[in-house]
């Protein structure tokens, strides 16, 4: 399959989902066992110092305290994966590999030039006090109009405007890098005994994947690495090629 994004996505959600579970389970089945422990130990029994049973009774109390403990940092880890789980499923960031991510950035660049247009729009007819002027603006409200008209915040801040174009550029530019990676074809690089192949579709292959293990010591077989076409792609693949001119020991390793 030549995009698996969603799927991606939504494996990471379940595992979340399944480690937030699992660990629930974890925490409520410890504090059971600790409290059960707990409970043998009459309220306000000290430690009899001294006599035959103090060793034993301060490992004993010592295994509450700490099967609580561990508890605790059950329930923890339940929380942060519960947290992770609701962070990824709401998270509205544009991925690169996301195979709607061009589309999803042409439609923010309008939104944000939208939004540049409407605030210089919206400056010049609060200089100009056209209150009706401002009201004919897409997204100009009654209530905008006063709270931009106000002495101490009379419309729109330079510093709107500054972050708006640069949020601007920034999303030119990606576009402008995804639309070369897409129009990439497959591409083989031979080094020696190995060749670099950068494919959208394709994984490491077996032999790739002993030779990444023996850490580039593997015999001399043919070798295929596979990575899918990125800007950090590309850039592993010439990281690659200079440590083979140069002799050295492969060490980076490729990420799918």
């Known amino acids: ?10 494996n990471r959600i379940d595992h979340a989902k399944k480690q ?8 409520d089945s410890l504090f059971e066992k600790a409290s059960k422990m707990a409970s043998i130990v009459p ?19 010592n295994k509450i305290h700490n099967t609580f403990g561990k508890a605790f940092e059950a329930e923890d880890k339940a929380k942060y994966y519960h947290d992770k789980a ?46 009706e002027g401002f009201l004919k603006l897409e997204m ?12 101490n915040n009379f419309g729109f801040p330079h510093y709107k405007f500054s972050n708006n174009s640069a949020e601007i550029r920034r999303i030119k530019d990606r576009i402008v890098q995804l639309q070369k990676i897409q129009a990439l074809e497959t591409k083989e690089i031979r080094i020696g005994d190995s060749t670099i192949v950068i494919n959208v579709e394709a994984k ?13 010591n593997a015999k001399k077989t043919e070798i295929k690495w596979v990575q899918m076409v990125s800007n950090p792609g590309c850039m592993a693949a010439a990281y690659y090629q200079l440590c083979h001119l140069y002799r050295k020991t492969i060490t980076h390793r490729l990420i799918n």
């Not at 309220?43 to 109390?61: A, C, F, T, W």
């Open 1 to 10: 399959m030549k995009h698996n994004f969603h799927e991606r996505k939504a």
């Open 20 to 27: 937030a579970k699992k660990n629930e389970e974890l925490s």
């Open 43 to 61: 309220m306000g029994q000290p430690i009899l110092v001294g006599h035959h049973s103090e060793k034993s009774d301060r490992n004993y109390r």
């Open 86 to 131: 609701e962070t990824i499923e709401s998270n509205d960031a544009i991925s690169s590999d996301d195979p709607e991510a061009l589309a999803k950035l042409k439609d923010k660049l309008a939104s944000l030039q939208k939004s540049q247009d409407f605030m210089k729009a919206a400056n010049q007819c609060l200089r100009k006090k056209d209150k």
């Open 140 to 151: 100009a409200t009654e209530g905008m109009w006063g709270e931009l008209n106000c002495p």
């Open 204 to 216: 490491p292959c077996a032999d790739f994947i002993q030779f990444y293990s023996t850490g580039g």
